[in-house]
């Protein structure tokens, strides 16, 4: 049986905080208050989040620059 893949939708419902704010954590940003970061620190330890490789690898999209 295949397992099922934790997303940072998964991680953010279950911490009760944003997507965003899960981003922040994982992403080191600084501009997280210490017990919100511990409690999403906690539950992707608790769910074993990974964050997808592909999916940061993507470039951002940017709207087509006018000549």
Do not use: C, F
Request: net charge positive.
């Amino acid at each position: 049986m295949e397992k099922q893949t934790i997303t940072i939708y998964d991680v953010a419902r279950e911490a009760s905080v944003s997507m965003a704010t899960v981003s922040r954590v994982v992403n080191g940003n600084p501009n997280v208050k210490p017990a919100t970061r511990k409690k999403v620190l906690e539950v992707i330890d608790r769910l074993d989040y990974r964050p997808n490789a592909v999916a940061r690898a993507l470039p951002a999209r940017r709207q087509p620059q006018s000549v």
